[in-house]
């Protein structure tokens, strides 16, 4: 079974810039999480998408923004990008409703500069 | 608001046992998730606990004290490649999918 896919691995993107990150859920999966991990901060929660729904929200401003697709497939866009956005952003991917196993794709390292 | 608390840094040595505390303070408790992470890699699951008590996984075991908001988890024979970064989460605030997570606790075997 594949596991977690998040695409690009890699983005250098310009400060007031978007970008758009992709994950694809394992299969069968319904639940994709995305996480903000910086040094100073480690994971912090931005959004849970189940069944095309958001379901959960973090604390994170506006310009933050995810959907997921009828597939499962969920993206997280970034809008007017900031340094401080220069981070790992991580998916999950669950099986249901209720998580009791959570499984991480390797990431996408965006840097604004 | 969540509130999860574990040791910044821990050393060890090869073939050792080492626990790592996690002390959390949530309402509507869900679970609690360790995870490992090596540097530069993604979190990998290790343990997922809802009950108290001791769940074992081969090297390592996690721990749950839901009255005492405490986790821990153990790993037995300490191995080289078990230096990593490992995280506490915790299911809290009334959802069922929402991961809360502690800052880690850097864990580094020496010879």
């Known amino acids: 079974k594949a596991g977690v896919t998040q695409t690009p691995r890699y983005l250098i993107k310009t400060r007031g810039q978007q970008v758009t990150l992709s994950c694809s859920p394992i299969s069968g999966h319904r639940s994709v999480s995305w996480y903000q991990q910086t040094p100073g901060q480690g994971l912090q929660f931005l959004f849970e998408?189940?069944?095309?729904?958001?379901?959960n929200k973090g604390n994170f401003p506006g310009r933050f923004s995810g959907r997921q697709f009828s597939n499962s497939r969920s993206e997280m866009n970034v809008s007017t990008l900031e340094l401080g956005d220069s981070a790992l952003y991580l998916c999950?991917?669950?099986?249901?409703?209720?998580?009791?196993?959570?499984?991480f794709g390797q990431g996408t390292r965006l840097t604004v500069v | 608001g969540q509130n999860i608390d574990q040791p910044t840094e821990m050393t060890a040595t090869e073939g050792a046992i080492v626990q790592i505390n996690c002390t959390y303070q949530t309402s509507g408790f869900n679970g609690l998730f360790w995870y490992q992470q090596h540097a530069g890699e993604a979190p990998t699951f290790l343990s997922y606990n809802v009950l108290d008590g001791l769940e074992e996984k081969g090297r390592f075991s996690s721990f749950l004290s839901r009255s005492k908001g405490y986790s821990y988890l153990l790993l037995k024979e300490l191995q080289m490649k078990d230096s990593a970064s490992y995280l506490c989460a915790v299911i809290g605030g009334g959802t069922a999918s929402k991961l809360t997570f502690g800052t880690g606790t850097r864990l580094q075997v020496t010879l």
């Open positions: 999950a991917s669950s099986e249901g409703r209720r998580i009791t196993e959570a499984f």
């Open positions: 998408y189940f069944s095309e729904t958001q379901r």
